[in-house]
């Protein structure tokens, strides 16, 4: 496969379609709420304003995603690293393994694990609005639901991961995931040179956000790094 296909898995359940010129703007750059940010809005007014649901029952969902970390993502991802067993449940079934951890999950979600390898690097995108693995990551980055990032991801990653600082050689195969309503991604990283003598807490504390979303790699305690 080559970087023109980006690995980008089909059967986007949004209904969006790539047949449109994407602009080419940097990740970092704002832009105005779009036609779906401005839609979430109101339609939460309105089911507030009808009664349907209250200002307590927002607050909590707000509590509860706030209690949602990217320190579950490490957690899960430094046990794969060390248990053989867990690492073939959680590419199997990426929400089954987490909930063996303790995590839970307050939606009907399917999480899919995707693991970069010496010859494949996954990188994750939403390109209709910002879905994302929040039952194990929390909140997703301001840059993750910028216009910019989503419609660039899917049509050169390499710039766009280069833009983060992490340069994919020529020979690794980049593979672009879409989430959907229904459907998220995480990134298991390649675990770091040097890190065999660490304990599972450790490894843990190696794993940023960024490198679950497959933007950078995990960086070893040397400062040496594979993607």
């Known amino acids: 496969m080559t970087d023109s296909d980006h690995g980008h898995q089909h059967g986007h359940q949004h209904g969006h379609q790539h047949g449109h010129a994407h602009p080419h703007a940097p990740i970092g750059q704002e832009s105005p709420p779009g036609y779906y940010e401005v839609m979430e809005t109101a339609v939460r007014e309105l089911l507030v304003e009808r009664g349907m649901i209250g200002p307590d029952e927002i607050r909590r969902q707000i509590e509860v995603l706030d209690s949602r970390t990217p320190a579950l993502g490490a957690k899960v991802v430094a046990r794969a690293w060390v248990d053989a067993e867990f690492r073939h449940r959680i590419l199997a079934d990426g929400r089954a393994a987490c909930e063996e951890l303790g995590i839970s999950f307050y939606d009907d979600t399917r999480l ?7 010859t494949v690097h996954n ?6 609005c ?3 693995p929040r039952p194990v990551l929390g909140l997703p980055p301001d840059w993750y639901k910028l216009k910019a990032y989503r419609a660039r991801a899917v049509v050169e990653p390499r710039a766009v991961l280069a833009e983060f600082g992490t340069v994919i050689p020529e020979d690794v195969e980049i593979r672009v995931s879409d989430s959907t309503a229904m459907v998220r991604y995480l990134v298991l990283p390649r675990r770091p040179a040097g890190t065999d003598g660490m304990d599972e807490e450790s490894l843990a504390a190696l794993v940023t956000r960024d490198a679950m979303i497959g933007v950078v790699p995990v960086a070893a305690p040397t400062g040496r790094t594979v993607q």
């Not at 990188?123 to 209709?128: A, E, F, K, M, Y």
């Open 112 to 118: 899919i694990v995707l693991e970069n390898t010496a």
């Open 123 to 128: 990188l994750i995108v939403c390109t209709l």
């Open 130 to 132: 910002s879905c994302y």
